[in-house]
């Protein structure tokens, strides 16, 4: 029961911090520091999609080597997150070492020290927008309870992706005139204003 409690306020922290910030990156670093309180893994990542270049990009990462994935780029399809990312399937591998496909890539990329991997898109509506990644979690990943707070955890992250890019948008809007997509008579004027002051 105690347990179930502190489980309780893990959600109602993170809702918390989802409704009194609109700063994504803070956002997703309480989501991110919370679910590694709970598996506690070795590395954790959160990967986004940049459409544009059509792969994924670091946008989070804590652990062994994190400094050395900032401005690394995953092609969607390869790797572990490149591959949850593409198909919008999670992945759960508690050992590795049981799995053909996975313990393959683990001997082929003996420098990340993978021995289990959870790996679970962040989906709004039907587009995966990124994924959270946890390798060498200490806690045993097959559980349903397990899988279920990963998957809201993703659902609270994909919450705040969706509104801070929202949140930009209408900032981008207010700015901008429709037609010539040219700063605004209103934008001009703050402008002028605060070189003025």
Known sequence: ESRQMDHLRVFHDVARTLTTSLELEDILLAIMDKMANFFGPERWSLLMID??????????????????????????????????????????????????????????????????????????????????????????????????????????????????RSVKLIQQLSITDDCTQLFNARHLYAIDRKSVV
């Open 51 to 164: 459409p544009e270049e059509n792969d994924l990009y670091y946008a989070i990462a804590v652990g062994e080597e994190s400094a050395s994935l900032r401005g690394l780029r995953v092609p969607l399809g390869q790797g572990v997150a490149g591959w949850v990312a593409a198909t919008g399937n999670p992945l759960v591998v508690p050992n590795v070492a049981l799995d053909p496909h996975w313990s393959t890539f683990a001997r082929n990329h003996p420098d990340l020290n993978i021995h289990s991997i959870a790996c679970v898109p962040i989906r709004s509506g039907d587009n995966t927008v990124g994924v959270i990644q946890l390798l060498n979690s200490k806690l045993d990943l097959l559980s349903e309870y397990s899988i279920s707070f990963l998957r809201i955890l993703c659902d609270y992250a994909a919450i705040a992706i969706q509104n801070a």
